[in-house]
């Protein structure tokens, strides 16, 4: 019985001191959550990257990034005057970019790395690399001449700022390619 009486004294001691803290003066209510519709700064933004170049064509693509994130863009196209014929033979041949026949083609990568700061704005890091054919050229393997792309290569890296909030930024390569990114919440 006395086990009885103490669990009955427990359970009507316990609603007291809810309702004791719930009325006490000294209590103070929380803060209110406040909801707002913008997004993490390192959440996800979509970057559009637009390429215009004379010598490696137009592309375009819209990709989904986080802050801290990279990402590679590679556009494969027909150069001008179409694909020149290569083989194994030639020099660097694993690098090129190569149809289905083996024949070297025009190709444009871009890796894209942006890091939002704590004000919206992305720091990037842009690595810009592309190659074509230009022709072809004799060049001499085992004792043989062979006919091999004349491959024109440009790689820079770039940094820039831009805004995140659907603003844009056009960046100007050394051979006139023109980059423009636009960054959208």
């Known amino acids: 019985m006395r086990r009885c009486i103490e669990l009955s004294a427990v359970l009507t001691a316990v609603p007291l001191a809810v309702a004791c803290l719930v009325v006490s003066p000294g209590t103070r209510a929380a803060t209110p959550i406040t909801m707002t519709s913008q997004a993490a700064l390192d959440g996800p933004i979509k970057y ?3 390429v ?10 819209t990709r989904t990034i986080r802050s801290g994130e990279s990402d590679d863009f590679t556009w494969k196209t027909v150069p ?12 660097n041949y694993a690098s090129l970019p190569i149809d289905s026949n ?3 083609i025009r190709q444009t990568q ?7 700061n704590g004000d919206g704005m992305a720091t990037v890091q842009m690595n810009f690399q592309a190659q074509m054919p ?8 085992a004792g043989k001449t062979i006919k091999c792309p004349n491959d024109v290569t440009v790689s820079q890296i770039v940094r820039f700022t831009m805004p995140t ?3 844009s930024k056009t960046v100007t390569l050394n051979d006139g ?6 960054a959208k919440r």
Not at 110 to 116: C, G, N, S, T
Not at 134 to 141: I, L, M, Q
């Open 48 to 50: 559009t990257v637009k």
């Open 52 to 61: 215009t170049s004379k010598q490696f064509g137009n592309s375009q693509e």
């Open 80 to 91: 001008p005057g179409g694909p020149v014929a290569a083989t194994d033979q030639c020099p």
């Open 102 to 104: 083996g024949a070297m």
């Open 110 to 116: 871009i890796r894209f790395a942006p890091v939002v």
């Open 134 to 141: 230009h022709g072809s050229k004799d060049v001499t393997a």
């Open 165 to 167: 909030n659907g603003g």
């Open 177 to 182: 390619t023109q980059v423009m990114v636009t």
